[in-house]
């Protein structure tokens, strides 16, 4: 059985979690609203420049390339902006996880002691009982970090498919294009 102390300690423990967590979080959201301000500020300046260059187009084939170097570069400003995004992301998520993962073993730790604590006080004859409880709780545990490696494995493999699709979306935004002229 825990006593107050205990019980106090565990308690502050996991307040500061919760806030540790919460301020990962928010510096996550602070990273996302700055890069949204970029992109913004980026977004006004390029406007106001395309459209001093709209002003200044006096045939066609001025206004045609024009259009070709305003259009080709943004496939690659798109990716790169979702690049950081999911930089940011998963910088968040992986602080997450780790603090989640310390949590949890500790957690599991705690557990086995309260076992621990509770076999001197019971009864004799419990003993199986108790051990077959361990060996549930180990099992679980192994299970847990065996998904855990898995998921970690996928999301590798996912950010590497992504980084993947991203270079040849951009690299496909690169390749020039022939317009047809109409007469």
């Known amino acids: 059985m825990m ?46 420049e395309h459209t001093q260059a709209a002003l200044a187009v006096k045939d066609m084939q001025d206004l045609v390339a024009l259009h070709n170097a305003i259009v080709q570069p943004v496939g690659e400003k ?16 992986a602080e997450v996880t780790k603090v989640l993962e310390a949590q949890a073993q ?28 361990k060996q549930a709780v180990s099992t679980a545990a192994a299970a847990m970090e065996s998904v855990q490696k898995a998921v970690k494995q996928a999301a590798e493999l996912a950010d590497a498919n992504l980084k993947a699709v991203a270079s040849t979306a951009v690299a496909a935004t690169k390749t020039p294009r022939t317009a047809k002229a109409s007469a």
């Not at 798109?78 to 998520?93: L, T």
């Open 106 to 133: 500790e957690a599991h730790k705690q557990f086995l002691a309260l076992l621990d604590g509770m076999v001197k006080n019971a009864p004799q004859g419990t003993e199986p009982a108790v051990a077959a409880v």
């Open 78 to 93: 798109v990716a790169s902006y979702h690049r950081h995004v999911y930089d940011i992301a998963s910088g968040v998520q």
């Open 3 to 48: 006593t107050a102390d205990q019980l106090v300690a565990l308690h502050k423990k996991n307040v500061t979690t919760v806030f540790d967590l919460a301020d990962k979080t928010l510096a996550g959201v602070e990273k996302l609203a700055e890069l949204n301000l970029q992109a913004i500020k980026a977004l006004l300046a390029e406007s106001a």
